[in-house]
């Protein structure tokens, strides 16, 4: 696919025309008060969700599976969140409302779209594994910034998609990952999830993992943030690219924040365990094709 790169005034005139209107009434609303609160109680939690029906819906739907035991006895969002867990919840509202807020009509094919949902709820998954063994950050923290960190390429997918396509088909036909052949198409995934991220207010350490989760040694601030999320990004993609975990670069991240080689390790096995969890959350909650 030939497609000409774009300049620095067409991307920036592009990420401008992103609306804040979602297709869910309050969505865009729901989906800050969730990243920007401290959840400490399951009251909490459910006065932010209760007036969107469809995370209503998939909450109690999902609480009920088979997968919980709970078959049909779990009526209320207050017992949802308690069966599923205040975290698992919050994880998969977010993941549920970048998806809907960024559903630009067709554009996006089903491929790309489960790809992106299963990609930011695996990480999601991840860092809270990791930050469940060592306190770098807090737990709720890292697992919201495990779904929004690669929040640019789906502001890629939905508003410059013609490129997006372009990175992922050459990315497979050269078999390396996406980031490192978007420069030649004029985009970096992670600048545009800034720029939005700026937009949207987001935490100021928020908006530094994003830009820099694929180069945290050039992040001025909030270092031991982006250098997990870098090792999070890294074991998510070991399915593809198991060579990024024995990449020098990610080992000096390792180093810079403690890990031996042998939790290194333990991590990466972890990963082998998340992954069907994610496959079947993807099921549960309908949003595959068909």
Not at 75 to 93: P, W
Not at 119 to 147: D, F, Q
Request: proline content about 4%.
């Amino acid at each position: 696919m030939s497609i000409k790169p774009l300049d620095e005034k067409e991307i920036s005139f592009q990420v401008s025309q992103i609306k804040e209107i979602p297709p869910l009434p309050q969505s865009l609303k729901r989906l800050t008060e969730i990243i920007h609160s401290e959840i400490e109680t399951v009251g909490e939690l459910e006065s932010i969700i209760w007036y969107d029906p469809s995370l209503v819906a998939k909450v109690i739907m999902i609480a009920n599976s088979t997968y919980y035991g709970y078959r049909r006895q779990v009526k209320t969002v207050s017992k949802a969140i308690t069966v599923v867990g205040a975290d698992q919840v919050k994880s998969i509202c977010i993941c549920t409302l970048l998806m809907s807020l960024f559903s630009n009509g067709n554009v996006i094919s089903a491929a790309h779209s489960e790809m992106l949902w299963k990609h930011a709820y695996a990480c999601s998954r991840i860092a809270a594994e990791m930050t469940r063994k060592r306190p770098w950050m807090n737990g709720a923290e890292a697992a919201v910034l495990g779904i929004v960190h690669d929040l640019g390429w789906i502001v890629m997918a939905t508003h410059f998609n013609e490129q997006f396509t372009a990175i992922f088909e050459t990315a497979a036909r050269r078999d390396i990952p996406p980031w490192y052949v978007e420069t030649q198409y004029g985009l970096e995934h992670s600048r545009l999830g800034k720029y939005l991220a700026a937009r949207w207010a987001f935490p100021e350490e928020f908006e530094a993992v994003i830009e820099f989760h694929h180069s945290p040694e050039k992040s001025r601030y909030f270092k031991t943030e982006v250098r997990l999320m870098h090792l999070v990004n890294v074991l998510s993609h070991l399915r593809e690219y198991p060579e990024l975990a024995n990449e020098e670069s990610t080992l000096s991240h390792c180093r810079n924040l403690y890990i031996s080689e042998e939790e290194w390790e333990e991590y990466q096995k972890s990963v082998e365990r998340i992954w069907p969890e994610v496959d079947q959350l993807w099921n549960l909650l309908g949003l595959h094709p068909g």
